[in-house]
């Protein structure tokens, strides 16, 4: 059986590591994704609604740099750009 990948924008490839192999998040279609990592420029593209989307369920992360804050938890986050807080550059 073969293992799942890890969807990655390539924006932040150095974010973790992993053994699994690494799918682009921007030209996947999710069917051999088990998990993707967005980063805080990800949230505005639309990309989330993308995924919710596929109904797969996908377990989705957010790598955020040193100086990035975004608001929410848990399982839900706001993408609201007027309420997204984010400290620093991108």
Excluded: W
Excluded at 46 to 68: C, D, H, K, R
């Amino acid at each position: 059986m073969q293992s799942l990948k890890i969807a990655l924008n390539r924006n932040c490839p150095d974010c973790f590591a992993t053994e699994r192999e690494i799918t682009n998040l921007l030209t996947t279609d999710f069917i051999d994704v088990a998990a993707a990592v967005l980063s805080v420029p990800d949230l505005y593209s639309g990309i989330m609604e993308q995924i919710e989307q596929t109904g797969f369920g996908l377990p989705v992360f957010v790598a955020i740099n040193e100086n990035e804050m975004i608001c929410g938890g848990g399982n839900h986050f706001c993408t609201d750009r007027s309420r997204l807080q984010i400290r620093g550059k991108l």
